[in-house]
């Protein structure tokens, strides 16, 4: 159904108008649980010999929710995520290289960290268009978020990342090998699984897909 300003409604909002419960508890509900889903997400972490920046699955984790969630839940549950963090919480990816707590921000993996709400958000903005729907649309929805994902992090990591050793910014073209092309086949990979879940999670409703 689409509302007023031209939206659709979001698969969290389908949920939300069936319930019995008051419509933000389940919301923050939501939002707390994908929080969780990130961290553990994180948790799954394999470090790699040629750079400080590990293979984990919390980027599919994150455009998973922005088309679950939409635009504001899913930004909200990646504020949440790195708020835990920064306050200490064990739900950034473990690794003996990478700073803990808040110095994570300004790390190697910062600026994938710090594009996680946006990701979320531009992915959440898609799915409110209807892009959620269907396989292809989800896909497309879920690679836009990705690279957005991919930009801030390759830039962050060429420019101003700051590593426990101290050393010169690594510059793009090093920043793109050392942060991006190793996980673009992976990465890929995982989206071409995850993008059924939205249309799938809209069938068992039994809200129209087309």
């Given at each position: 159904m689409m509302n007023s300003t031209g939206s659709t409604a979001t698969f969290i909002d389908t949920?939300?108008?069936r319930a019995d419960a008051h419509p933000w508890?389940?919301?923050?509900?939501?939002?707390?649980?994908v929080a969780g889903l990130t961290a553990a997400a994180a948790q799954v972490s394999v470090?790699?010999?040629?750079?400080?920046?590990?293979?984990?699955?919390?980027?599919?984790?994150?455009?998973?929710?922005?088309?679950?969630?939409?635009?504001?839940?899913?930004?909200?549950?990646?504020?949440?995520?790195?708020?835990?963090g920064t306050i200490g919480l064990p739900v950034f990816a473990p690794s003996p290289l990478l700073p803990p707590g808040a110095l994570r921000l300004?790390?190697?993996t910062g600026g994938y960290l710090v594009a996680y709400p946006i990701a979320a958000?531009?992915?959440?903005?898609?799915?409110?268009?209807?892009?959620?729907?269907?396989?292809?649309?989800?896909?497309?929805?879920?690679?836009?978020?990705?690279l957005i994902v991919y930009g801030f992090g390759?830039?962050?990591?060429?420019?101003?990342?700051?590593?426990?050793?101290?050393?010169?910014p690594l510059g793009l073209h090093a920043a793109l090998i050392?942060?991006?092309?190793?996980?673009v086949v992976a990465d890929l990979l995982k989206i071409v699984a995850a993008a059924g879940i939205s249309p799938m999670l809209w069938r068992l409703v039994g809200s129209d897909t087309r």
């Open positions: 949920l939300v108008s508890a389940i919301k923050l509900a939501a939002m707390v649980f470090p790699l010999p040629f750079t400080a920046v590990p293979f984990t699955l919390q980027p599919m984790m994150v455009l998973v929710a922005g088309l679950v969630l939409g635009s504001k839940l899913a930004l909200g549950s990646q504020i949440l995520y790195l708020f835990a300004i790390g190697p958000w531009v992915v959440g903005r898609l799915a409110e268009r209807g892009l959620d729907r269907r396989y292809i649309t989800s896909f497309l929805a879920m690679l836009a978020g990705l390759a830039l962050w990591l060429a420019f101003f990342a700051q590593s426990l050793v101290q050393t010169p050392a942060g991006v092309y190793p996980f």
